[in-house]
């Protein structure tokens, strides 16, 4: 399954508040952030959901998301925090750095493809845990 760069992001309303303060207060205003343009676009257009209807299988803020490298076979796992947070984790990723970004609102099963340092790379959506729910969701469930 693969996301279409055109499938609109699912996120709640706290998390999108908290993002949007982040680059309105020059919290996200680092070189290696997105573009506040294009991040303030996708987030405008979001569909909101409330914490108790949010999907398990979907990654948000404050999600730890395990991709897979399909073609070097290795997983690398991520904790999506606003930009502030990052350094108090050690497998933390700004959710508006361009890769924390790509991360967002995806589903366990969904494949995407990135580029890193000239070179293309392909990934799988392996496993997804929640803030509110410490239950991981993965291919197997």
């Known amino acids: 399954m693969t996301m ?18 982040c680059i309105t207060s020059g919290l996200a205003l680092r070189d290696t952030e997105t573009p506040k343009g294009d991040i303030l676009k996708q ?3 979001a ?7 949010f999907p398990r299988n979907v ?5 730890t998301i395990t991709v897979r490298d399909t073609i ?3 997983n690398h796992t991520y904790k999506l925090l606003p930009p502030n947070e990052v350094d ?5 990723i700004s959710v508006l750095s361009p890769f924390g970004f ?13 580029q890193f340092n000239n070179k293309k790379k392909y990934f799988l ?12 969701v993965n291919q197997s469930q």
């Open 102 to 114: 790509i991360l967002m609102g995806r589903r366990v099963g969904t494949s995407f493809s990135w």
């Open 47 to 53: 569909r909101i959901t409330f914490d108790t209807d």
């Open 125 to 136: 959506v392996v496993d997804i845990v929640n803030s509110y729910s410490e239950t991981s």
């Open 43 to 45: 987030l405008t257009t």
């Open 4 to 21: 279409s760069k055109n499938e609109q992001l699912i996120m709640t309303e706290a998390d999108r508040e908290r993002l949007i303060h």
């Open 88 to 92: 108090s984790d050690v497998n933390g």
């Open 59 to 63: 990654s948000r803020l404050y999600s």
């Open 72 to 74: 070097a076979r290795i």
